[in-house]
T-cell receptor, first 114, second 113 residues
Framework: DAGVTQSPTHLIKTRGQQVTLRCSPK?????VSWYQQALGQGPQFIFQ???????QRGNFPDRFSGHQFPNYSSELNVNALLLGDSALYLC?????????????FGEGSRLTVL | GDSVTQMEGPVTLSEEAFLTINCTYTATGYPSLFWYVQYPGEGLQLLLK?????DKGSNKGFEATYRKETTSFHLEKGSVQVSDSAVYFC????????????FGTGTSLTVIP
């Protein structure tokens, strides 16, 4: 049973560029959430997708956008990259029907903006 | 708003020592509480959870009790091992504020032989 998989694992971009990160949820899960984890900090919620729509959003600018596909996989896009966007981006999946359920995390995509 | 406050680290203990990592929370509703662990180079893994007041979550010798009266969810282990070295995150999920998780800043634990 494959867990949450993310790609790429590492990438380096320069300021102003755009980046796309990808995530495949755990088998049986229909909901994908994205979190940003800055160095030495806890994960911060970016947004959540369910039924191919953004259902909830954290305190992140519109430069952060996403998409969910019919197979439940998801992408996170960040435009006009800033140095402060350097972080570990974590994808987490869950099953919407499990009200108090845990999140299952991937290993993350480490983004460095130069 | 919802938030989680965690004991500052890093924490260094000798093998077989007792571990406590403090966690307190603020929530508008009746949250579920979680401890996640992040081993070096890995993603976050659920360690234990509690969904209502007075519940005790336990796993791998770790325990935490959901204390509504003190809004706390402290993590404890009676005898730590070198393999417990990791970063520990306290988190909550509050149904009144949707499905997002709120995480603490993490506590780094190093266990020395």
């Amino acid at each position: 049973d494959a867990g949450v998989t993310q790609s790429p694992t590492h990438l380096i971009k320069t300021r102003g560029q755009q980046v796309t990160l990808r995530c495949s949820p755990k088998s049986g899960h229909d909901t994908v959430s994205w979190y940003q984890q800055a160095l030495g900090q806890g994960p911060q919620f970016i947004f959540q997708y369910y039924e191919e729509e953004e259902r909830q959003r954290g305190n992140f600018p519109d430069r952060f956008s996403g998409h969910q596909f019919p197979n439940y996989s998801s992408e996170l896009n960040v435009n006009a990259l800033l140095l402060g966007d350097s972080a570990l981006y974590l994808c987490a999946s869950s099953f919407r029907g499990e009200y108090t359920g845990e999140l299952f995390f991937g290993e993350g995509s480490r983004l460095t903006v130069l | 708003g919802d938030s989680v406050t965690q004991m500052e680290g890093p924490v260094t203990l000798s093998e077989e020592a007792f571990l406590t990592i403090n966690c307190t929370y603020t929530a508008t509703g009746y949250p579920s509480l979680f401890w996640y662990v992040q081993y070096p180079g890995e993603g976050l893994q659920l360690l234990l959870k509690a969904t209502k007041a007075d519940d005790k979550g336990s796993n791998k010798g770790f325990e935490a009790t959901y204390r509504k009266e003190t809004t706390s969810f402290h993590l404890e282990k009676g005898s730590v091992q070198v393999s417990d070295s990791a970063v520990y995150f306290c988190a909550l999920r509050d149904p009144d504020t949707g499905n997002q998780f709120y995480f603490g800043t993490g506590t780094s634990l190093t266990v020395i032989p």
